[in-house]
T-cell receptor
Framework: AQSVAQPEDQVNVAEGNPLTVKCTYS??????LFWYVQYPNRGLQFLLK??????LVKGSYGFEAEFNKSQTSFHLKKPSALVSDSALYFC?????????????FGAGTRLAVHP | KAGVTQTPRYLIKTRGQQVTLSCSPI?????VSWYQQTPGQGLQFLFE???????NKGNFPGRFSGRQFSNSRSEMNVSTLELGDSALYLC???????????????FGSGTQLSVL
């Protein structure tokens, strides 16, 4: 079955430290991978995506993600965390279903950045 | 350019009632997807509409239905509400839902449904 997993419910990091939010996937064929962020009382906002090419993808707000085909992972990273990065982060993968594409999402990881 | 608009923002209903949620996509977007978000399950795909046709459907009971109008606005209906239907319902739009190289989903802020 095609799926995406976020193994951590919550990640805690001190402001100024690097952060990593983990994501692994299971899909047939070449994956299209996405990261979205959700702030309180808001919908999801697009951060970045990997389609093909360079394994390191840069996105919004200083975030980047590293695609690793052998480990089927797409971890989200940021060199220096900000308190304002505290939010719920979702990894997603595009899958083909019934002849059309759709996104399936992981369960989400809550990032808490402490001053 | 206005974003994805969902109405109402909050809804309180009782078991057995039915509810209709509305979504207006970004101008020019023809695909509308619906997701259910709950703390325990994350985001679950409900269905996707494109040019007034349902193209994809998730694993939800038939009580959950939707439709799309010629102006791409979409509605979602839940009949015979159950306590477990309490959730944030998110609508997302995209140009074609091919989700190819230059595409992504744009989400609304959601409708928070509480079933008492």
């Amino acid at each position: 079955a095609q799926s995406v997993a976020q193994p951590e419910d919550q990640v805690n990091v001190a402001e100024g430290n690097p952060l990593t939010v983990k994501c692994t996937y299971s899909v047939s064929g070449n994956p299209y991978l996405f990261w979205y962020v959700q702030y309180p009382n808001r919908g999801l906002q697009f951060l970045l995506k990997y389609i093909t090419g360079d394994n390191l993808v840069k996105g919004s707000y200083g975030f980047e993600a590293e695609f690793n085909k052998s480990q089927t992972s797409f971890h989200l990273k940021k060199p220096s965390a900000l308190v304002s990065d505290s939010a719920l982060y979702f990894c997603a993968v595009r899958v083909l279903s019934g002849g059309y594409n759709k996104l399936i999402f992981g369960a989400g990881t809550r990032l808490a950045v402490h001053p | 350019k206005a974003g994805v608009t969902q109405t109402p923002r909050y809804l309180i209903k009782t078991r057995g009632q039915q509810v209709t949620l509305s979504c207006s996509p970004i101008s020019g977007h023809r695909s509308v997807s619906w997701y259910q978000q709950t703390p325990g399950q994350g985001l679950q795909f409900l269905f996707e509409y494109f040019s007034e046709t349902q193209r994809n459907k998730g694993n939800f009971p038939g009580r959950f239905s939707g439709r799309q109008f010629s102006n791409s606005r979409s509605e979602m209906n839940v009949s015979t509400l159950e306590l477990g239907d309490s959730a944030l319902y998110l609508c997302a739009s995209s140009l074609s839902a091919g989700l190819g190289t230059n595409e992504k989903l744009f989400f609304g802020s959601g409708t928070q449904l509480s079933v008492l």
